[in-house]
């Protein structure tokens, strides 16, 4: 495993006497492979549906849009996400040179992913030594030769290594994109409202600074402006906190459980009507007193209140089980529903109990 943020310690170092003669080439990455706007999914969650998406831009000035998306199931923290998307916009968006090169048994050891170091008395590829990482390695038995490609952090068209190639231990100084980017326009999209002001920015606590805060804020204070679609603004390690899913939490209780008595009390309450006065529907306590069938009960219904004397009511239970049975003593809530109907061109008013316990269907 190599964390490829990291610049690891070379495990060889090649100089011109490394390498056959007439064998060395310096090439690019191509721009079939160059992806200008990187679509991040991820989820808080898996409770959630829909996946969130963060779209960052990068040189879609250049090379168009080239759109590509990466579906982060590792991260259910939004920081991460951006993070991992701006190394990856960084790598994808950009044309790095290559160098390829045939070299000796010596050098048999030297696998993929492993970091060479190039000290060249020329400056093939770039002003002062540089680290590249094997992208393949070819052993030649018949030659006794190993083929050797490496990927450089050298921009095509630069001398100099790219800081944020290799972003890991860099300044927290440093802020991507670098200002020359984004004057000549190879920062973020190309779209209406890419100059847009307003709280467009990301927000987050990742990072020791401000981080992302809106624009017209930061407008306010004379500080750099860092775009929606940008990325990351410091992509460097060293100032990074850990940041917490995006969750909330809270105790659902304190102290002792309390108690309750679920018996029936001996309420005393006095009725404060002599009669109800119905209307069309009302709801009483009641105790079940017997079963008279699969549907209907012998129920005491206290129409005037716990503290006057019940009414016995045959009472229609609305669903049950055929073979369940409301135990003698349940506490029910019943409801007085009452409604005129016309018969033989007459109104006639009908009435009926009915009630509902939770049972199994």
Partial sequence: ????????????????DDISAGTLVVTSSTTEDV??????TWKSDYAAGDDNKIILRHN???YGIREREINFFIYNIFE?????????LIRLSNIWKHIQFTTFLDNLAIETFDTVKFDFNETYIASTDINGIVLSTNYDSDEKSIEVECWLPVKLGTMTKYNFAEPHDISVTLLFPTQDE?????????GPGKDAEGGLEFSSIFKRETGYVARNTRKERG???????YGEERPSDLDDTKPSPAISQMDVGYGDEPSFDYTYKDYSFEPTIDEPDYDWSYVFPGVIVSKINE?????????YGLGGEPSPKTVKQLQISSGAEIPIGTWVPVMYNRWTEI???????????????????
Avoid at 9 to 16: G, L, S
Avoid at 223 to 229: A, K, L, P, V
């Fill in 80 to 88: 991460l996400v951006v993070k991992s998307s701006t190394f990856w």
């Fill in 223 to 229: 500080e750099r402006i860092q775009g929606r679609d």
């Fill in 60 to 62: 879609v000035n250049t």
């Fill in 1 to 16: 495993m190599r964390y490829l943020s990291e610049e690891q310690t070379e495990v060889a170092t090649i100089t011109e």
């Fill in 343 to 361: 018969v033989d061109g007459e109104s006639e008013e009908k009435s009926e109990f009915t009630m509902q316990v939770p049972v199994w269907l």
């Fill in 295 to 303: 549907i209907s009960y012998n129920v005491n219904v206290y129409m």
């Fill in 35 to 40: 992806v200008t706007k990187l679509i991040g």
């Fill in 182 to 190: 984004i004057d000549s326009g190879a920062a973020g999209g190309d």
